[in-house]
């Protein structure tokens, strides 16, 4: 779903809206158009039991993947901060 988060520049009002197309957005606080939307942080899992990620599972039991020269078992990058 296209849910943004924006700053209300009137009031400070802080608010997520779904946004469908490129729309102006008010502020449900105070009515204003005067918004910008902020940087959104997003969640998201690969994999897993019970909303675990395999990379937690792996960390748990002392290790950092099936094999740690090949990289994550996701990709053949070979550094994890490379996927």
């Known amino acids: 779903m296209p849910m943004h988060d924006f700053l209300c520049q009137s009031c400070k009002n802080e608010f997520e809206e ?15 158009d005067n918004t910008q939307k902020l940087m959104s942080c997003c969640r998201f899992s690969v994999g897993g039991d019970n909303g675990v990620s395999k990379a937690a599972q792996w960390r748990a039991q002392g290790g950092v993947g099936p094999s740690s020269k090949s990289g994550c078992a996701g990709c053949s990058g070979g550094n994890c901060s490379t996927c």
């Open 18 to 32: 779904l946004v469908l197309k490129n729309e102006a957005v008010k502020c449900p606080k105070c009515g204003s």
